[in-house]
């Protein structure tokens, strides 16, 4: 089957048009699921009371999903948590500066 030079064109340009709509779509889609699996590896480090961890995968999620309202508050919640024990002053202010950092980009995302 021969197809005329003009609908090859229209059928091209219309492909190339729906990929670069869909494109933002699927790009958000395929990271939604790699944040929401780091919150879930987060919370099961937190769960076996290592918060270092947990702030490490919260943060993956973070970078993942800037915007995940749970990844930014359990991040400041471990963040608290490691300030409590750390017993270097300067180390401990940092965790502290990170925790409200991610709080108050948590309350942003979800002032209720």
């Known amino acids: 089957m021969v197809v005329p030079v003009g609908l090859a064109r229209r059928a091209c340009v219309i492909a190339t048009l729906l ?14 699921p790699l944040a929401s699996d780091q919150v879930t590896l987060g919370d099961q480090r937190y769960a076996a009371a290592d918060a270092a961890g947990a702030l490490r995968h919260y ?26 024990y750390d017993p270097n002053a300067r180390e401990r202010d940092r965790l502290y500066t990170l925790a409200e950092q991610y709080a108050r980009r948590s309350v942003e995302r979800n002032p209720e």
């Open 19 to 32: 990929f670069v709509i869909a494109s933002p779509r699927t790009i958000a889609a395929q990271r939604a």
């Open 59 to 84: 943060e993956a999620a973070i970078a993942s999903d800037p915007v995940s309202y749970d990844a930014l508050w359990k991040a400041a919640h471990a963040a608290v948590d490691l300030g409590e």
